[in-house]
C-alpha cells in the first residue's frame, strides 16, 4: 500500500504540470477509448448485474449498478464536457501589492493525490477520474464490490491511454487492496493522500469521518424534502413531486419526505395519491395525512431515512416556519425544495433551510453535476467546509500564494 501510494504521490507532480490542451487532448482520447470499447463494458458489467441477483441486491441498487449503451454514452459526453471546461489550474483568484512593494497573487493549484471511496454506480469511476485529470489531481479509486468488474475494465481502458501518452498508470488506479483494511489503510495514510472523499451509505460515510487522519470531504445520505406551500400551483406541484421521488428512485437527490401546508392539504393529497399509485409509489404518512387518504402509518423514524427505493414518507405542516424546522432538524442537509407562488415565502426558505442546494419550484433531482454545468461531479458534498453541494474541478483545486520581489528585505 505505502509503495503504491509513494508512487501516486510522485505521479501527481507530473500531472500538476500537464499543459491545458495537453489534458484536453488526453481526455478526448479517453472518451472515444471507452466508447470503441463499450461492448468490453457491457460484457463485464453483465457480470456484476449477475452477482447482484444473486446477492438479491434491490432494483434500485441493480439499476445504479447497470451499464447500457446510453448510460455508457453518457459517460464518454461527461468525460468531453469536463475535457472543455474552463482550466481550473493556474488562475489568478486575487492579487495585490503590499507597502513593502511585494507583488502577491493568490494562485488556484491541484490539491493532489485524493482518495475516492464510493458504492454502486460504476459510471463514478469515469466520472471521478475525469474530473481529478482535469483539476490536475490523483485519483486513488475504491469502488464498491458490487461493481468490481465494471471498475476494473473502466479503469484499465483509462489508463491504457495514460499509457499511450508515457503518463504514469498511478495517476488514475484502484486501490489495489479492496478490503475494509485496504480502506482502513488508506485513510491513514496522510503522508501521500491529501484528501479523502467519501460517498455512500451512513455507515461508511460515519466509519471514515470517524477515523481518517487524511483530510475528509463528506458526501452524505440525501434525506431531500419537497414542501408544498398554501400558495402552490396544483398541477406544477404535483408534476415536481411525481418527478423528484419516481424519475429515478435509487439516488441521492431523490425526495424522500414531502411535506404539505395544511390549508392545500385535502385538495392536493387525493390527486397525489393517485398519481403516486400510478408509479406504484408506497406511501406513509402521519395521522393528519391518513384522515385524508387512506396509507399506512409514518414513524418518526421514518422522517429521518433516506429509503433510496420507491417509498415516501408525507407530513402535513401547519406552517412554514414549522416545514423549515422540520427540514433543519430531520435532513441531511443536501438538497431541499419549495413549491410556493409566494415570494417571501420562498425568499426565507432559500435562507433559512440549512442544505447545500435550495430550490424554489423545481425537483430536487437537479443536484447533479452535469445539470449544474459541471460535466460531472465528485459528489454532492454535505459539508460546510470546503466544498458544499455538487463537487466539479474548481472545488478539486486549493491556492498557494506567490510572492514577487526585487530584492525586498523586511526591516
Request: net charge negative; aromatic share 6%.
Amino acid at each position: 500500500m505505502e509503495n503504491f501510494l509513494a508512487k501516486a504521490k510522485f505521479s501527481s507532480r507530473i500531472i500538476a504540470n500537464l499543459e491545458p490542451q495537453t489534458k484536453i487532448d488526453i481526455m478526448m482520447q479517453m472518451a472515444d477509448h471507452i466508447e470503441k470499447n463499450r461492448d468490453i463494458i457491457i460484457k463485464e458489467n453483465s457480470k456484476d448485474i449477475e452477482l447482484g441477483r444473486k446477492n438479491n441486491l434491490s432494483y434500485a441498487l441493480l439499476d445504479r449498478l447497470l451499464l447500457d449503451e446510453k448510460r455508457i454514452l453518457s459517460m464518454t459526453n461527461s468525460i468531453r464536457e469536463i475535457a472543455n471546461l474552463r482550466e481550473p489550474i493556474g488562475k489568478i483568484l486575487d492579487g495585490w501589492v503590499v507597502p513593502s512593494g511585494l507583488k502577491i497573487e493568490k494562485v488556484s493549484i491541484p490539491i493532489g493525490v485524493i482518495g475516492i471511496i464510493y458504492e454502486s454506480r460504476p459510471n463514478v469511476t469515469s466520472d471521478t477520474a475525469a474530473l481529478c485529470f482535469k483539476s490536475g489531481n490523483v485519483c486513488v479509486l475504491k469502488g464498491g464490490k458490487e461493481a468490481q468488474y465494471s471498475n476494473k475494465i473502466i479503469a484499465t481502458l483509462l489508463q491504457e491511454i495514460l499509457s499511450r501518452n508515457s503518463l504514469p498508470s498511478e495517476i488514475i488506479s484502484l486501490l489495489p487492496d479492496n478490503s475494509r483494511e485496504g480502506v482502513a489503510k488508506l485513510i491513514k495514510m496522510d503522508r501521500y493522500v491529501d484528501l479523502i472523499i467519501p460517498r455512500g451509505g451512513e455507515d461508511l460515510i460515519k466509519y471514515i469521518s470517524q477515523n481518517s487522519t487524511v483530510p475528509v470531504v463528506k458526501h452524505d445520505k440525501g434525506l431531500c424534502h419537497i414542501f408544498i406551500d398554501e400558495s402552490a400551483d396544483i398541477k406544477s406541484a404535483i408534476n415536481i413531486s411525481i418527478n423528484a421521488k419516481c424519475q429515478r428512485t435509487g439516488v441521492c437527490n431523490t425526495m424522500e419526505t414531502l411535506l404539505i401546508h395544511r390549508n392545500i392539504a385535502k385538495t392536493i393529497l387525493p390527486k397525489l395519491k393517485e398519481e403516486y399509485d400510478k408509479h406504484k409509489t408506497k406511501l406513509l404518512g402521519c395521522e393528519k395525512t391518513r384522515e385524508i387518504i387512506n396509507i399506512e402509518i409514518a414513524s418518526e423514524e421514518d422522517f429521518y431515512t433516506e429509503y433510496l427505493d420507491n417509498i415516501l414518507s408525507i407530513k402535513i405542516i401547519d406552517s412554514l416556519d414549522e416545514a423549515i424546522e422540520h427540514i433543519n432538524i430531520h435532513g441531511s442537509g443536501h438538497s431541499d425544495s419549495i413549491l410556493s407562488e409566494n415570494y417571501s415565502n420562498t425568499q426565507k426558505f432559500l435562507d433559512e433551510v440549512d442544505s447545500a442546494c435550495v430550490y424554489v419550484n423545481a425537483s430536487t433531482r437537479f443536484t447533479d453535476g452535469a445539470e449544474f454545468g459541471f460535466g460531472a461531479e465528485v459528489g454532492i458534498s454535505t459539508n460546510r467546509l470546503h466544498s458544499r453541494g455538487p463537487m466539479g474541478i474548481n472545488d478539486l483545486t486549493t491556492y498557494k500564494f506567490k510572492i514577487y520581489g526585487n530584492g525586498n528585505i523586511r526591516e
